[in-house]
């Protein structure tokens, strides 16, 4: 499968605990973007990221999180002192500069947090 | 920053039946608009986008309009069928020099095609 891979694909927490997501994007795609899905709702845009360099930042994006992508390939995002609001399924995406940017989602983990 | 709306909310049509789904946008430097299907617990997919410099686009049974003066975008489905059943998501991305390239959604369409 040479689509945009996320693990775990399920998380389950207590809240102020802190998790970590993992995404690895499809090869030779320099831009990577995270969203976060709540249930009924559109993706809505957290971050993204053009090869290494994080570019911008939802003002969704409390202090609480933070995502990196140091070798400018897979990325993580992650969630400290986690509350329950922070409950939802947690999209990844990538698309290249050369093929039209068109955005390839990931399967997404979804996030529980009692 | 921009805003897209989706309406309506819920369609159910009969197989064979077209479907319409329509959304606006706000922001006038949008460029690019992706129609995304995703199914119950899956990821989603995209089944067809369109750029500012066209006004129409088919894929088979499934066909977008843009409408720039007005600020909206519409899909059509025809001849749908049970596999069409999903929820269908619209979006919008503001050109690189006005805003990056995130995607605004809308909020979804639930699509249920009854036999």
């Known amino acids: 499968d040479t689509g945009v891979s996320q693990d775990p694909r399920h998380k389950i927490t207590k809240r102020g605990q802190n998790v970590t997501f993992r995404c690895d994007p499809i090869s030779e795609h320099n831009r990577l973007y995270w969203y976060r899905q709540t249930l009924g709702q559109g993706p809505e845009f957290l971050t993204y990221f053009q090869n290494e360099a994080q570019l911008e930042k939802s003002r969704l994006l409390s202090d609480r999180f933070s995502a990196e992508r140091p070798k400018g390939s897979f990325s993580t995002l992650e969630i400290q002192r986690t509350e329950q609001g922070d409950s939802a399924m947690y999209l990844c995406a990538s698309s290249s500069l050369d093929r039209g940017e068109t955005q390839y989602f990931g399967p997404g983990t979804r996030l529980l947090v009692l | ?115």
């Open chain 2, 1 to 115: 920053g921009e805003n897209v709306e989706q309406h309506p909310s819920t369609l159910s049509v009969q197989e064979g039946d077209s479907a319409v789904i329509k959304c606006t946008y706000s922001d006038s430097a949008s460029n690019y608009f992706p129609w995304y299907k995703q199914e119950l617990g899956k990821r989603p997919q995209l089944i067809i986008d369109i750029r500012s410099n066209v006004g129409e686009k088919k894929d088979q049974r499934i066909a977008v309009t843009l409408n720039k003066t007005a600020k909206h975008f519409s899909l059509h489905i025809t001849e749908t069928q049970p596999e069409d059943s999903a929820v269908y998501f619209c979006a919008a991305r503001p050109s690189v020099a006005g805003g990056g390239n995130k995607l605004t959604f809308g909020t979804g369409t639930q699509l249920k095609v009854e036999l």
